[in-house]
């Protein structure tokens, strides 16, 4: 899903390529591309973790990243922004998500980045379940907890 060919979200089982997100958001206009690259790692909390497995409701969740992304721009001069996130099986070394912000100077793209991940952890409706060696759970974010 796009945006006026500025805002690229989408949700895959497919394997997620940096540089072809990175090519969505170059700008001859842009001096600063940043980007996170989250991968799976092969241990949380001394368990070996075999694979994560996604699921999402997807045009739900495309909305919420949509208008993440609307709100980034109220807050930092930002080209271009792809946000891209695997369901399915995604086993370990392999990228589940990867967002990309370009900017005319680097700050604003660190910045935006760094809040993008941040809130669709929180506020996407994308839920991942790690797969260890003695079994598996469903995971909450941190950020989904209640705060009170």
């Known amino acids: 899903m796009t945006n ?11 394997n997620l390529i940096l540089q072809d997100i990175i090519n969505l958001v170059k700008d001859d206009g842009a001096g600063a591309i940043t980007t996170f690259n989250g991968t799976t790692r092969n241990i949380f909390k001394d368990k070996i973790v075999v694979r994560l497995e996604y699921e999402s409701y997807i045009p739900m969740a495309e909305k919420v990243l949509l208008n993440l992304i609307c709100e980034a721009r109220t807050k930092w001069d930002i080209t271009k922004v792809a946000i ?54 469903w995971k909450e974010n941190a950020e989904n907890r209640q705060k009170c």
């Open 84 to 137: 891209y996130h695997r369901t399915g099986i995604v086993p370990v070394g392999e990228t589940s998500v990867i967002v990309a912000v370009s900017s005319i100077h680097r700050k604003e793209s660190l910045h935006a980045v760094e809040w993008l991940i941040d809130e669709l952890k929180e506020k996407a409706p994308i839920w991942k379940k790690e797969v260890y060696s003695d079994g598996s759970v």
């Open 4 to 14: 006026l060919n500025k805002d690229f979200v989408k949700l895959t089982s497919e």
